[in-house]
């Protein structure tokens, strides 16, 4: 049950945003300032990020998120699920002198409707909005509800079992290099493949250079030869691949990720991303609208000086309307 919760708690940690109000936008990138560059001048410009020098920063994360969910039941029900979440932090990464630190605030807007199909006069519609603060120090996590259902409070989640946060949500940076470092091979590799496919792109104004990364299931699509090798497959199992391939990347789902790095004399000065993706399912649909923003050189906000006096618990509160 506890792992339940943290991975809820863990979720939110991830959605983070500006203001439910106030849609978060995707940077634009003008075509007038697009360069043309190799394979070999794009990896070079990724390999001047000092990845060890930036992990170590204080980064400032913001996003807007919207999901929804629909789902009909056998022609007698459906449930139409909304949930907005915008929220504004920021984050420390674990090194070797100082653990992972999250400070984030949170808007959050719940909607639930469920409808008879068949009594048309039974429909059920719920609400619940209100505040999430949580935080996290000296490996223990902190959460602060202010919900207009009541669900108002000041939490400690109980520390006998290790969380292991450091390991499970950011990895020592050290183990993150080592990674990338051996995985270089496949950076080249996707870079090719990026290039073939028409999904990636520089762009350069006022000292700021960006390398833009634009995938759809389209593109994914169109470029399946790269995806599925004929050589492992006869050509009836080929056929068969490539239309399984089709079905699941363009029936079954739609997703549009769109990924830029600026960077500011050779140094990582922003990570943009938006994603779209949606889901079809039996009787329903699950749709994802996602904005993050990441913003580094930022400082870390004193955390509140009452979080002594949080109430231990040894699960969070359940959230539901």
């Known amino acids: 049950m506890k792992k339940m919760y943290i991975t809820v708690i863990l979720i939110s940690l991830l959605l983070l945003a500006g203001c439910v109000n106030e849609r978060l936008e995707f940077p634009t990138y003008l075509e007038v300032n697009k360069v043309e560059m190799t394979e070999d001048e794009i990896g ?37 699920f909304n949930v907005g979440i915008a929220s504004h932090g920021f984050i420390k990464l674990k090194d070797e002198s100082s653990d992972l630190e999250l400070y984030l605030d949170h808007t959050v807007t719940m909607k639930k409707e469920v409808a008879n199909l068949v009594d048309k006069s039974f429909n059920e519609k719920t609400k619940l909005s209100g505040m999430l603060h949580t935080y996290f120090t000296n490996q223990q996590l902190y959460v602060e509800y202010d919900f207009d259902n009541d669900l108002d409070g000041k939490y400690k989640l109980n520390n006998e079992e290790d969380l292991g946060l450091d390991d499970q ?3 020592n940076y050290k183990t993150m290099i080592d990674k990338y470092m051996s995985t270089h091979t496949t950076q080249e590799k996707m870079i090719h493949f990026l290039l073939e496919s028409d999904m990636i792109y520089v762009y350069e104004k006022d000292g700021k250079q960006s390398i833009y990364f634009d995938i759809d299931s389209n ?28 079905k699941e990347v363009t029936e079954n789902q739609k997703l549009n990720i769109k990924l830029s790095l600026d960077i500011i004399d050779e140094k990582l000065d922003a990570i943009n991303i938006t994603f779209d993706q949606s889901f079809y399912h039996n009787g ?13 050189n930022a400082a870390m906000p004193l955390f509140p000086k009452d979080l002594d006096q949080y109430e231990t618990v040894d699960e969070l509160y359940d959230i539901t309307i």
Do not use: H, R
């Open 44 to 80: 070079s410009l990724l390999d001047t990020i000092d990845i060890e020098t930036e992990l170590k920063k204080v980064f400032s994360l913001s996003m807007y998120i919207d999901m929804a969910y629909d789902q009909e039941f056998s022609n007698v029900a459906k449930v139409d």
């Open 169 to 171: 949500l950011f990895l």
């Open 219 to 246: 593109k994914i699509s169109q470029n399946k030869d790269m995806f599925i090798d004929p050589m492992n497959y006869d050509e009836l199992q080929y056929l068969t691949a490539k239309t399984e391939f089709i």
């Open 284 to 296: 329903g649909s699950t749709n994802y609208d996602v904005v993050i923003i990441l913003k580094t």
